[in-house]
DNA sequence: GGGATTCCTTGACAGTTGTCAAGATCGGCA
DNA sequence: TGCCGATCTTGACAACTGTCAAGGAATCCC
């Protein structure tokens, strides 16, 4: 029994011993060269010949691990944003105040729209993908969720530590400030070199703006 | 000389009588089509072939009337938001006091969310592809600007009849509610129904929160 | 009516895509 | 060593794409 049998139809028991490991470890490598080409062509212009072309093996192989496209896709970026959205509980963690906690925010944003800017644009073209293919719409239900979520542990932080409360709903909290991140990663993009300060100051004003008098 | 051949070299002068009258209602109908079939498929999965279909004539004419997709394509976006970025300028115009105008803001965000669904997610399909294809860019930066003039128009209005200033910038507070209309957009083609009533209550909140004590 | 021009259709082209089957190659175990 | 399964390559397939040339059909003007 190959592993591609049992991955796909994960019904089947494990019978492998260091097999899996090695197994798994071809799909994070194959999955790691997809967000690679991704980022840079996004969705509608990525082939499965394009990716394999990005590692050691040829465009075969990529249907030895991933049953088809959407797989693949939605287990490379899965995998990815596992590790981001935690990316500001330190943060939240570990801001004594609110102010600092602004402060600092503002600047992991801006400091992730620079370093990750390949990984966001591929994110949104995902999303926005999401719209008209139904296949997507799972993970990107998921993700969003989590994103959601990260946000509002900043948002309901930020109202504690100022004795506050959020003026806006979870998801219109998550709403703005993504409309603040989307905004100047295209600005950015389109060759705007002062995107990323304006948002620097625009979400600190905007974090600071969303709280309001606690009615109790 | 046929009118094709004027159009792509618009250098030449127009010599015809009729013939132009003829020639851009063509347009804009094939236009209306292309429009049609990318709200429904995206930009993606929209070919040339399928645009056809949704009209009276073979996929031909369309290399008749435009040089290529992307020409068509733009001239089509164009074409639409035309329409779009003078949406609430009679709201700005008539409302007397700042609460009715974010009230009927945000009405009409929702009401143009449910009415033209598909022509937004086209448009948010497009600005997500600029990302990746500068062919597109000049006309997403172009009808991103007017957006953005949109907008500032309604929350500088509400500034100026509450009396008080604008805590973010024009570009953030643009960005802030077209994260708010997409988000709601996502959730709402997501089949969330109660993403339509958190858009109005978050918009109207959003537009208060942003008012700020003049400086002067 | 007839010729010229505009408009539109047809069919083909070269390229690309996801998918998959057949077989080569590699690695570990007997 | 030799076998066998896991792994990977190769080549092909059918479908689809944007583009365009050749020609038919419609229309207008004289």
């Given at each position: ?7 796909i139809a ?7 011993r260091?097999?899996i ?16 080409t991704?980022?840079?062509?996004g ?14 093996f ?22 990815y ?7 500001y509980?330190?943060i ?32 949104y ?27 509002w ?14 003026a ?16 100047a ?19 600190v004003?905007?974090l600071?703006?969303?709280m309001?008098a606690?009615?109790?």
């Open positions: 029994m190959s592993h591609a049998t049992q991955e994960p019904a089947g028991g494990r019978f492998e260091a097999g490991d090695k197994f798994e470890a071809r799909r994070a490598e194959l999955a790691d060269a997809t967000l690679a991704l980022g840079e062509l969705l509608a212009r990525t082939s499965l010949r394009e990716i394999a072309q990005k590692t050691d040829s465009h075969g192989v990529l249907h030895y691990y991933f049953r088809d496209k959407v797989e693949l896709i939605t287990f490379g970026v899965r995998r944003k596992e590790h981001c959205v935690t990316r509980d330190a939240v963690a570990e801001s004594p105040d609110a102010a600092t906690l602004s402060g600092r925010f503002a600047h992991a944003l801006v400091a992730t729209l620079l370093d990750d800017t390949a990984m966001h644009r591929l994110w073209d995902l999303r926005t993908q999401a719209m008209f293919d139904d296949a997507l719409l799972p993970t990107v239900v998921d993700l969003d969720r989590q994103l959601e979520e990260m946000v542990r900043v948002v309901s932080r930020h109202a504690e530590l100022a004795d506050t409360r959020v806006l709903s979870r998801a219109g909290a998550y709403a703005v400030f993504d409309g603040l991140f989307e905004g990663l295209q600005r950015h993009l389109a060759g705007d070199t002062t995107a990323t300060g304006r948002l620097r100051d625009d979400a004003v905007l600071t703006r969303l309001v606690p009615t109790s």
